[in-house]
């Protein structure tokens, strides 16, 4: 059975870098043609998509965000990492992890909240 889990620090400072790991488990990351996408949903407001990494690699992101984010991965734990540089209290909501293929998303994470505050 294939399943997402998110993780995160939970409370941040604003400015700060917050680290979010996606860990996949059943399947391998670098399975075609599944890509491992991020959104968020802020309070109140609807889901924003973040950013994707791709299986074979490669990786892209909302051009609304731009360069304060960066996804990474890591074959051998099976993870996929996003980081969110600069961050304020408008960061703060839910934070998903999805695996998507062609644009379809037919897994999704639990979610991990981000509270940004000081």
């Known amino acids: 059975q294939v399943q997402l889990q998110e993780s995160g620090p939970g409370l941040v400072n604003p400015s700060q870098t917050v680290l979010l790991t996606c860990t996949v488990s059943?399947?391998?990351?670098?399975?075609?043609?599944?890509?491992y996408m991020w959104f968020r949903q802020a309070p109140g407001k609807g889901l924003e998509w973040m950013g994707a990494?791709?299986?074979?690699?490669?990786?892209y992101r909302s051009p609304t965000l731009g360069s304060r984010i960066s996804i990474t991965r890591d074959l051998s734990a099976n993870q996929v990492t996003l980081r969110l540089f600069s961050v304020t209290p408008e960061d703060t909501g839910v934070y998903y992890c999805?695996?998507?293929?062609?644009?379809?998303?037919?897994?999704w994470g639990q979610g991990t909240q981000v509270t940004v505050s000081s």
């Open positions: 999805a695996r998507d293929e062609n644009w379809h998303v037919d897994l």
């Open positions: 059943g399947v391998s990351i670098t399975t075609p043609t599944y890509d």
């Open positions: 990494m791709k299986f074979a690699g490669n990786w």
